[in-house]
């Protein structure tokens, strides 16, 4: 999709935005199967799901420019 709209020329910053929602998107669906795992506890399955998101998906956020790191 961010293919396309770079294709039809949209401005850069749609097509960022779209890149980032489709990787936000992607990392949240490849941690779904972490509860479907029956050998890990619930609070080892929220830990480990949220270390993920902490690593992956915090870090997408402050560098996209969708929440200011300053006031």
């Known amino acids: 999709?961010?293919?396309?709209?770079?294709?039809?020329?949209?401005?850069?910053?749609?097509?960022?935005?779209?890149?980032?929602t489709g990787l936000i998107f992607a990392i949240?669906?490849?941690?779904?199967?972490i509860y479907?795992?029956?050998?890990l506890t619930f609070r080892q399955q929220s830990l480990l799901h949220f270390s993920i998101m902490y690593i992956t998906i915090l870090p997408i956020l402050c560098?996209?420019?969708?929440?200011p790191l300053h006031n």
């Open 1 to 20: 999709m961010t293919l396309f709209l770079y294709l039809s020329g949209q401005p850069h910053q749609v097509n960022k935005s779209t890149f980032l």
């Open 28 to 33: 949240i669906l490849a941690t779904a199967p």
């Open 36 to 39: 479907d795992d029956n050998h």
């Open 63 to 67: 560098l996209s420019g969708w929440h």
